[in-house]
């Protein structure tokens, strides 16, 4: 499996709580996603690094945020957790666009 | 922004027969069509890409076809065996990052 991580695997929160969820490469990529995952939307877009304190939005990227601060974190923050927000996130890396994309082993967040 | 279509949504086949999944895309200028499967509780995993200057493309029993004039592509799965149960997806992007994937077929080999 690539290098990659993420944390936590499973977390549960309340409504308008604040999380945030890691993910770590070892692979040097420079390419970073976030998706999450929901039944009958397949996997959908929140955002993307392209390097360093590069990031962009992606399809659905109302109420989260990213940052990377390093070339091996991604980090996803929920900045107030609403119940539309429960899915399976999963990060991605990257080396170069049109690729193959390296999947985490994905994170269950419930909102409660 | 790039939009997929992916049919059926579930495909259930007879281990031994042929599955095919199919998948539409509406940005003329997407060029790069991966195929990734997960199964159950796991990470998505690449299993056969094509580029747009490729019609098709084989990997033993797995195939993918691509009509750039109809903007469809197509995974073939012969001589199924109960291990390629999974959700597979197809997805389409250009040069970017925003790569879009379809909806998602689960397809269950009965032995």
């Known amino acids: 499996d690539a290098g990659i991580t993420q944390s936590p695997r499973h977390k549960v929160t309340e409504t308008g709580t604040p999380v945030t969820l890691r993910c770590h490469q070892t692979?040097?990529?420079?390419?970073m996603y976030w998706y999450r995952q929901d039944p009958g939307h397949g996997l959908r877009l929140i955002h993307y690094?392209?390097?360093?304190?590069?990031?962009d939005k992606g399809e659905v990227s109302d109420g989260y945020s990213v940052s990377r601060s390093k070339t091996e974190d991604f980090l996803l923050t929920l900045e107030s957790a609403t119940s539309s927000q429960t899915s399976v996130y999963f990060c991605?890396?990257?080396?170069?666009?049109?690729?193959?994309?390296?999947f985490g082993q994905g994170t269950r967040l419930t909102v409660v | 922004g790039e939009n997929v279509e992916q049919h059926p949504s579930t495909l259930s086949v007879q281990e031994g027969d042929s599955a095919v999944i199919k998948c539409t895309y509406s940005?003329?200028?997407?060029?790069?069509f991966p195929w990734y499967k997960q199964e159950l509780g796991k990470r998505p995993q690449l299993i056969i890409d094509?580029?747009?200057?490729?019609g098709e493309k084989k990997d033993q029993r797995i195939a993918v076809t691509l009509n750039k004039t109809a903007k469809h592509f197509s995974l073939h799965i012969t001589e199924t065996q109960p291990e390629d149960s999974a959700v597979y997806f197809c997805?389409?992007?250009?040069?970017?990052?925003?790569?879009?994937f379809g909806a998602g077929t689960r397809l269950t080999v009965k032995p």
């Open positions: 991605a890396i990257q080396p170069d666009t049109n690729t193959e994309a390296f």
């Open positions: 692979e040097n990529h420079r390419y």
């Open positions: 690094s392209y390097g360093v304190k590069d990031t």
């Open positions: 940005d003329s200028a997407s060029n790069y």
């Open positions: 094509i580029r747009s200057n490729v």
């Open positions: 997805a389409a992007g250009y040069n970017n990052n925003d790569m879009r």
